[in-house]
Each structure stands twice: as C-alpha cells, then as structure tokens.
Nanobody, 123 residues
Framework: QVRLVESGGGLVQAGGSLSLSCAAS????????MGWFRQAPGKEREFVAA????????NYADFVKGRFTISRDNAKKTVLLSMNSLNVEDTAVYYC????????????????WGQGTQVTVSA
C-alpha cells in the first residue's frame, strides 16, 4: 500500500510562487505514474499535472501550462509541483495521487490519494 503525504501549501499573493511536495512511502514507487489534482470549494476534483514512471514524460492541464512544472525523484520517492504566476483561480486543495498506469489524466485511473494541501491565492 502506498501512502502519500503532501506539503508546501499556504497563502500567497497573486503573481507569486509556491512549491508543493508529495512524499511517498512503500515499495515500487518508480513503477507508478504520479499526478497532481486540485479541488476548489463546490467544484469537482480536476487534473493539474502528471508525470510518467521514469519522469521523462509530463502532461499538464491547459490552464497551468507554462506556469506549473511537475517533476519526480524516484530515489527520494517524491513528486514536486512548482507553481508560478499564481492567480486567484488557482485557490484549491491540491492532491497528490498514484496510478498503476505510466501516466493518466483521469481521476478514475488513480487509486491512492494524499490528504491534500491547501493553496490560497489572494488578490
């Protein structure tokens, strides 16, 4: 069983930056695709970014392209999400998740989730 713990959320002004980290426990971390999702109040959970098992391939939601960067360190069992040029619409709880696929964008393809970390962007 994989346990995922996010950290790095907080309050930032619009235009600022934050970096989120996801620490995984358990074995076979490098055999999982990893992703970041977010959920704002009253909205469904949505895909943000994904990274393949080896880290060489990434995929982003259109609304974060050019602003967010996902990366992973398999030796440290961590996944990072670097977020720049944040705006108020980025306010949400951000979740790290694991998929058995090499990479996926749909919530239903992910079977382990962290508890989430709050990101709040003020105007």
């Amino acid at each position: 069983q994989v346990r995922l713990v996010e950290s790095g959320g907080g309050l930032v002004q619009a235009g600022g930056s934050l970096s989120l980290s996801c620490a995984a426990s358990g074995r076979f971390f490098s055999s999982y695709g990893m992703g970041w999702f977010r959920q704002a109040p009253g909205k469904e959970r949505e895909f943000v970014a994904a990274v393949s098992r080896g880290g060489s391939n990434t995929n982003y939601a259109d609304f974060v392209k050019g602003r967010f960067t996902i990366s992973r360190d398999n030796a440290k069992k961590t996944v990072l999400l670097s977020m720049n040029s944040l705006n108020v619409e980025d306010t949400a709880v951000y979740y790290c998740a694991k998929t058995n696929a090499n990479m996926a964008v749909s919530v239903r393809h992910y079977d382990s989730w962290g508890q989430g970390t709050q990101v709040t962007v003020s105007a």
